[in-house]
């Protein structure tokens, strides 16, 4: 591992179209697993961070997305840690009983892209990558699990294309 690729986590945004709202006895089997898959994250190797709202447990009372999507953003030390959480431990049972809780989506749900270690993105940045993701496709700046780019390559990525932003007067 380069120091380049140390120097990187890995962020991802995923979000989900509720087909009923929390407190509906159909999403109750849902709201129940949060509390034990959100401390299988916490406790995960590789895990960094995850969006909490102010004052609660999660962040499913978040809707930066629209008034029925809920927002899961974390950051990790690895893809590979994501993808245990993601496939290898109690997070699993929650995907596989998706259908019965979220809508089924059109167009790219979840984002990957890296970010400076010790970087803790905003849900804005998250949106953003996300529609970038839509509007673009796989792109070492968003991606997903199956067009994966390394730290390595999106660092190179960066570095080739300048920035489109402007910079605030007095940074120049």
Same mark, same amino acid.
Request: net charge negative; charged share 20%.
């Given at each position: 591992?380069?120091?380049?690729?140390?120097?990187?986590?890995?962020?991802?945004?995923?979000?989900?179209?509720?087909?009923?709202?929390?407190?509906?006895?159909?999403?109750?089997?849902?709201?129940?697993?949060?509390?034990?898959?959100?401390? *299988?994250?916490?406790?995960? !190797?590789?895990?960094?961070?995850?969006? #909490?709202? +102010?004052?609660?447990?999660?962040?499913?009372? @978040? %809707?930066?997305?629209?008034?029925?999507?809920?927002?899961?953003?974390?950051?990790?030390?690895?893809?590979?840690?994501?993808?245990?959480?993601?496939?290898?431990?109690?997070?699993?049972?929650?995907?596989?009983?998706?259908?019965?809780?979220?809508?089924?989506?059109?167009?790219?749900?979840? *984002?990957?892209?890296?970010? !400076?270690?010790?970087?803790?993105?905003? #849900?804005? +940045?998250?949106?953003?990558?996300?529609?970038? @993701? %839509?509007?673009?496709?796989?792109?070492?700046?968003?991606?997903?699990?199956?067009?994966s780019y390394t730290a390595a390559e999106a660092a190179q990525h960066l570095q080739?294309?300048?920035?489109?932003?402007?910079?605030?007067?007095?940074?120049?």
């Amino acid at each position: 591992m380069t120091s380049s690729t140390r120097a990187a986590h890995l962020a991802q945004l995923n979000v989900a179209t509720l087909r009923h709202p929390l407190d509906d006895p159909r999403t109750a089997s849902f709201v129940e697993m949060l509390d034990p898959v959100n401390a *299988v994250a916490d406790s995960a !190797p590789g895990f960094v961070w995850r969006l #909490v709202e +102010e004052g609660a447990a999660d962040a499913t009372g @978040l %809707r930066p997305a629209g008034e029925g999507v809920i927002v899961n953003l974390t950051v990790w030390q690895t893809r590979e840690a994501l993808w245990d959480f993601t496939y290898r431990s109690g997070h699993l049972e929650a995907m596989r009983r998706r259908r019965e809780w979220f809508e089924r989506h059109t167009e790219a749900h979840l *984002v990957l892209w890296w970010v !400076p270690a010790g970087h803790l993105p905003t #849900v804005d +940045e998250a949106l953003e990558r996300l529609a970038d @993701l %839509r509007a673009h496709g796989p792109s070492p700046r968003a991606f997903t699990f199956a067009s994966s780019y390394t730290a390595a390559e999106a660092a190179q990525h960066l570095q080739a294309v300048p920035s489109a932003r402007p910079t605030p007067a007095g940074d120049a």
